[in-house]
């Protein structure tokens, strides 16, 4: 199983950017995926999640109606397209997969639970 995070990059303030998780595993639609990010000297927090069927999503609070995350099963692939981007949000953004048999309409905010994550890619927005 792989994971690989990638579309970072520098921005300006206010500006968008989107984040692709390609995954590389046979049952791709049966796992929450989620992305995390960590910035420098902080720990790695939650930013989003997104249930195996696409259906349901979680997001932390400090990017709700900014971010949105989003799936294409038929692509093994996640995406978290962020908008209206601050430099608090300047971090290297880790997405991950949720191994266990969960219904298909579940989310997962916690971090120890996810089993397998990719690389990280960093975001940096400037002011």
């Known amino acids: 199983v792989q994971l690989q995070a990638f579309g970072g990059g520098l921005v300006q303030a206010g500006a968008s950017l989107r984040l692709s998780c390609a995954a590389s595993m046979r049952t791709f639609s049966s796992h929450v995926v989620g992305w995390f990010r960590q910035s420098p000297g902080k720990e790695r927090v939650f930013v989003a999640s997104?249930?195996?069927?696409?259906?349901?999503?979680a997001y932390a609070d400090s990017v709700k109606g900014r971010f949105t995350i989003s799936r294409d099963n038929a692509k093994n692939t996640v995406w978290l397209q962020m908008s209206k981007l601050k430099p608090e949000d300047t971090a290297v953004y880790y997405c991950?997969?949720?191994?266990?048999?969960?219904?298909?309409?579940?989310?997962?905010?916690?971090?120890?639970?996810?089993?397998?994550w990719g690389q990280g890619t960093q975001v940096t927005v400037s002011s």
């Open positions: 997104v249930s195996g069927s696409g259906g349901s999503t």
């Open positions: 991950a997969a949720d191994f266990r048999p969960l219904l298909p309409s579940m989310v997962v905010t916690t971090m120890s639970e996810y089993d397998y």
